[in-house]
């Protein structure tokens, strides 16, 4: 009789839980046109920096060329070409 009793639950249970197999189909609708009125906001409030945040100016330095300069590199155009052939 205990047994019996078990399967039963069982069985009920299990139906219980049991998803719905019937699979509806979802279709999503998005917006085509969406008008933005930005005449009729108002804004009220004041503009400006906050004065911690301000930039130091720095001075600018001149950098010094560490490659020498040259007027004429045909040498090393040739070597290169050379080294080609």
């Given amino acids: 009789m205990n047994k019996l009793i078990l399967v039963v639950s069982l ?4 139906s219980l839980y049991a998803q719905n197999n019937k699979k509806e189909r979802i279709i999503y609708k ?7 009125d930005f005449e ?8 400006g920096s906050p ?3 301000g ?3 720095r001075l600018q330095r ?4 560490k490659l020498p300069y040259r007027k ?7 070597k290169g070409i050379e080294r080609i052939r």
């Fill in 55 to 57: 930039v130091d100016t």
């Fill in 11 to 14: 069985l009920l249970t299990t």
């Fill in 40 to 47: 009729d906001l108002t804004i009220e409030g004041e503009t």
């Fill in 30 to 36: 998005y917006k085509k046109y969406q008008k933005f």
């Fill in 72 to 78: 004429n590199f045909n040498p090393e155009i040739r």
């Fill in 62 to 65: 001149k950098f010094r060329n």
């Fill in 51 to 53: 004065p911690d945040l």
